[in-house]
Structures are given as C-alpha cells and as structure tokens.
C-alpha cells in the first residue's frame, strides 16, 4: 500500500524569478487556489493523507496556508460568513501534513532521501508541486494502482514533443504492457532531442520503494567521498532500473507544466477557463480583447 506521499518544495524556483524572489512557486494561484493546495488536494482524493512536505526557511508561507487560524476562523462566523470559515477549516483539516527542513546536497534526490528516512521502510510517492492535472482519475491515484499493480517503482509519464527532451527525465522503454504501462529499463536526465530514447517525459510523479532510496543512499555516500555534482531522483531510478523492474504510467488527463513564465501563464488561463463560476465571464473577456 503506498499510504504516504513527499512533497519537495525547498527548491528555488529559479526559472520564474524576480516572481519567485519573496512567494513561493508553490504559492501561485492556478484558478483561485495555490499549486500546492492542488497537489494536496490530489493526494487526499488519491487516498493519500500523510503527507511530508520538504521545506526551507525561505518557504513559510506554504506553512502558513496549511496551518490552523482558529482566530480567523472565528472572526469569520462572528461576521455570519460560515461558508469561509469552513473553507479555511478545512485548509488545515483536509491531510496531516509534516513539514521537514532540506538538508545534504544539492539536487532533487536530497529531499527524497530526507523524508525517507522519516518515513521508514516502506513504498511512498513523491509529487513536485509544479504540475498541475485535470483528469477523471486523480494522477496520483493512477501511479497508485499501477504501483499495487507491479509492486516496483512507477514513474508518471506523458507524450512529449521530442524537441522539449532536454527539460525533462526520458525514460528508455523496454516494453509496452498495455493500458498505459510500460516497462521501464533506463532514464536519461534532459537529453539532447537526437539522444532522446523515446517520446515520453517523467512529469513529476513517481512511487519510490525502499530499493531506489538504497540508491539514494549510496550516491550521498559517494558525494560525501566526493563533493561534485547533485543527487538526483532520476540517477537512483536508471541505476535502480538496471537490476529491478521499473514501471512508467502514462497519466490519463490534461497535465499543465507551470515551471516556466509562459507555462504558468497558459495553466492559469486553462484553470480560469475550465472553472464554471469563471470561465464564462472570462471567455467574454477574451472575446472582446480580440
Ligand atoms: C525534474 C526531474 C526530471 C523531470 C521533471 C518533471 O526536473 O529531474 O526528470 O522530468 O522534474 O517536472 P526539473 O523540472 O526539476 O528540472
């Protein structure tokens, strides 16, 4: 059973700096409610209510959304407006969160490994709080059976135009099992479109298995011997890959990437325009500006 799931969220959010200097990127709204809220949101609808987000100093507001405000919360039903009230309740109700601070290396492996050794021996996936998806079935509930399918590693995969290989984990697919599944023997870290070894990208979701925090484990060891380079989750995967099965899921929905300026921009516009109690009004606005 994967019961737990690991958010990263210490990472800078170099790539929409000034934006990002004092807000999270995990704190950008995505219709009108932050990424993070959404990934969160997703995990609880997955099944998945333990949930460890691995923070910095520099990202207390994602702590402070999350926590409980009972003077608010009060003030808000003094002022007769209980239906706020209850939404903020429910911020701080909705999962158990524990918040752990990043610390080792550079590179999105280090967060993995710090939760890990929180969490034990046990399976628990991890989610990067900057994608956001629209689909029938929660992504994480997808990874989730696929997991419990396999009882292996999965990676949540989508198609990708070739050209974009070189922001993403491409993964080298052994073969195709049907309904979406694919057996996975590699993964290639933002290779060159020409080197890409498919056309599939790993979006951000993954079940990690005690077996691929072993690798974790080992690569921090060698840095700690040799301090150059980062640990990353997608290195622990292809070495994992070499000796044990290892799955990819290709998630069934719409997947909005919101990393970069122009990718957050159009998630927005999307989230804005799928919401009944915006899209219409919005539409017209969109209209009437040509
Ligand atoms: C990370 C992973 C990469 C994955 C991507 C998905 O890269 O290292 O394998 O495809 O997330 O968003 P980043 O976006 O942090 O550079």
């Known amino acids: ?27 950008l709204p995505i219709g009108d409610k932050p990424v993070i809220e959404h990934t969160i949101r997703e995990l609880v609808d997955s099944g998945i209510d333990e949930i460890t987000i691995v923070t910095s100093a520099r990202k207390d507001l994602v702590q402070r959304h ?13 002022a ?12 701080s109700s909705m999962a158990h969160i524990t918040y752990l601070y990043q610390r080792g290396p550079y590179g999105n492996g280090t967060p993995v490994l710090n939760a890990a050794r929180v ?17 029938e ?21 989508m198609p990708m135009a070739v050209e974009d290989a070189s922001r993403y984990g491409v993964p080298v697919v052994e073969e ?13 870290e ?10 599939y990208a790993a979006i951000g979701g993954y079940v990690v298995t005690p077996g691929v925090v072993e690798e974790l484990e080992a690569a921090t060891r060698r840095w700690h011997e040799n301090p150059e380079g980062e640990i990353y989750l997608t290195d622990a995967l292809h070495r994992h890959a070499a000796q044990h099965p290892v799955y990819g899921q290709v998630i069934d929905g719409t997947w909005w990437d919101t990393g970069s300026p122009l990718n957050y921009l159009k998630a927005q516009f999307a989230a804005a325009l ?14 009437e500006s040509g």
């Open 1 to 27: 059973m994967v019961r737990k799931a690991v958010i990263p969220v210490a990472g800078l959010g170099t790539r929409l700096l000034p934006l990002t200097k004092a807000l999270p990127k995990e704190m």
């Open 66 to 78: 999350f926590a409980p405000d009972a003077d608010l919360e009060e003030q808000l039903r003094t």
């Open 80 to 91: 007769g407006k209980g239906d706020l009230a209850d939404a903020v309740a429910e911020l």
């Open 119 to 135: 969490i034990g021996d046990e399976p628990f996936m991890v989610l990067w709080a900057d994608d956001v998806f629209v689909a």
């Open 137 to 157: 079935v929660p992504r994480a509930k997808q990874l989730k059976s696929a997991y419990e399918a396999t009882k292996a590693p999965v990676l949540a995969l």
């Open 176 to 188: 195709d099992l049907g309904g979406g599944r694919l057996r996975i023997s590699g993964l290639v």
């Open 190 to 199: 933002k290779p060159a479109p020409e080197q890409a070894p498919s056309r």
């Open 274 to 287: 799928a919401d009944p109690a915006y899209g219409p009004e919005l539409r017209r606005l969109a209209r």
